[in-house]
């Protein structure tokens, strides 16, 4: 069966917010139609949701800049302003998005020592969000994946989602990345690892 996985549409990835993805504002519209198509027979969303003092912000490593590169517990870690502050604003789904069809909401970013960007594990894969569980419990076996960012969370999302061995559609007008110049080839690669890539138009008519 198959579900729908509606990542991290949140303020601070919205033009405007906190690490506003250029033009994320302009897949709700067709997020919350999708919700609504009969193939889904589950939906999920995700929230990234860090506490203020996560390793991730720059804001917490003197002298350190948004984008700088660190080594955080052991991993490669890209430093980004404060963003999706648990219970703040910037962490909050926009008022367009229509939230009533998610059945969970999965919430990640918790750990202050590790990022994770994907939905299902930590960026180190050392601990399960319970998201894969979640989803065979309900029986779905296909996942299609929308949301922000193309290039992070819904990237590392789509790829975990293969490596556990689910078949997995990107529904490409329903992601917009943090660096269109690089998104080409994280396509690509999607592409490669067996990422069905679909139009919203090929499911909406
Ligand atoms: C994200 C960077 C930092 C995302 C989350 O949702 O794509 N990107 N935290
Ligand atoms: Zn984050």
Not at 97 to 119: H, P, Q, V, W
Not at 121 to 141: P, S
Not at 157 to 186: G, Y
Request: net charge negative; proline share 4%; charged share 25%.
């Amino acid at each position: 069966m198959k579900g729908l996985l509606v990542v991290d549409i949140q303020n601070d990835f919205l033009p405007g917010g906190a690490l506003g993805v250029p033009d994320g504002d302009k897949i709700i519209s067709t997020v919350n139609k999708l919700q609504y198509h009969n193939e889904f027979k589950l939906v999920v969303g995700t929230q990234d949701w860090h506490p203020p003092d996560h390793g991730s912000f720059a804001s917490n490593h003197e002298g350190k800049n948004p984008l700088d590169i660190i080594e955080l517990g052991g991993l490669e870690q890209i430093l980004w302003p404060d963003h999706c502050v648990q219970g703040s604003i910037g962490s909050d789904f926009p008022k367009e998005l229509d939230i009533n069809k998610m059945e969970a909401i999965f919430r990640k970013g918790m750990e202050k020592e590790i990022d994770t960007y994907s939905a299902f594990f930590d960026n180190g894969h050392k601990k399960d969000t319970g998201l894969t569980g979640y989803l065979r419990a309900r029986n779905i076996d296909h996942v299609y994946i929308v949301g922000l960012a193309g290039d992070f969370c819904v990237n590392f999302s789509i790829r975990d989602a293969l490596e556990q061995n689910f078949k997995v559609t990107l529904i490409e007008d329903c992601t917009r990345p943090i660096n269109t110049d690089e998104f080409e080839n994280v396509l690509k690669e999607l592409k490669e690892k067996g990422t069905e890539i679909i139009s919203s138009g090929d499911l909406l008519t």
